[in-house]
């Protein structure tokens, strides 16, 4: 029976752990998109992480190709 409830907790706290780290990941790349700064630097340190954890880089990208201040 012990077992069975650190299980449950175990499996809750690792499931509510990898839906936190994808709410931030699409609240990252949302603002991005809104702003259109996917074409420069990342402006933030979650912005950079979403970037690494989507495998999106910047490479070949020029910035006048896409709009700006909408």
Same mark, same amino acid.
């Given at each position: 029976?012990?077992?069975?409830?650190?299980?449950?907790?175990?499996?809750?706290?690792?499931?509510?752990?990898?839906?936190?780290?994808?709410?931030?990941?699409?609240?990252?790349?949302?603002?991005?998109?809104?702003?259109?700064?996917? +074409?420069?630097?990342?402006?933030?340190?979650?912005?950079?992480?979403?970037?690494?954890?989507?495998?999106?880089?910047?490479?070949?990208?020029?910035?006048?190709?896409?709009? +700006?201040?909408?």
């Amino acid at each position: 029976m012990a077992g069975t409830v650190v299980a449950t907790a175990v499996a809750l706290f690792l499931g509510g752990a990898v839906a936190g780290v994808m709410a931030v990941v699409a609240w990252a790349v949302r603002r991005e998109d809104r702003r259109y700064t996917l +074409a420069g630097e990342a402006p933030s340190l979650i912005s950079k992480s979403a970037r690494r954890l989507n495998g999106v880089g910047r490479r070949g990208v020029n910035a006048e190709y896409f709009p +700006a201040g909408r």
